[in-house]
Nanobody, 124 residues
Framework: QVELVESGGGSVQSGGSLRLSCAAS????????EAWFRQIPGKEREAVAY???????IYDDSVKGRFAISRDNAQNIVSLQMNSLKPEDTGMYYC??????????????????WGQGTQVTVSS
């Protein structure tokens, strides 16, 4: 059973930074890509950042220039550096893995392994 464990969430003021980490129980070469999703109560999960085994990264327009996703293959960790945080970044953040080559379309159903989530709260 593959496990993903997120950490690094918390509460910060607007303009602050947080770094989320997602530790995987299997090496990165076992899957094609990983992404961070954000969910607000009552809404669908939406992808904010994506990275695949070729180094391709994709960001939601709302976080471009502020968030950076990276992969440490030696440690089996995918991180999300979040800078210049805004109140609208608030939500539960989940990391997820996909073995599908179509995962770059960021369709939630293409990601088959999920972490438990970590809460990010940004106050104004």
């Amino acid at each position: 059973q593959v496990e993903l464990v997120e950490s690094g969430g918390g509460s910060v003021q607007s303009g602050g930074s947080l770094r989320l980490s997602c530790a995987a129980s299997r090496p990165t070469y076992h899957y094609h890509s990983e992404a961070w999703f954000r969910q607000i109560p009552g809404k669908e999960r939406e992808a904010v950042a994506y990275i695949d085994s070729n180094g391709l990264t994709i960001y939601d327009d709302s976080v471009k220039g502020r968030f950076a996703i990276s992969r440490d293959n030696a440690q089996n960790i995918v991180s999300l550096q979040m800078n210049s945080l805004k109140p609208e970044d608030t939500g539960m953040y989940y990391c997820a893995q996909s073995q599908s080559p179509w995962a770059k379309t960021l369709v939630v159903q293409l990601f088959d392994v999920w972490g438990q989530g970590t809460q990010v709260t940004v106050s104004s």
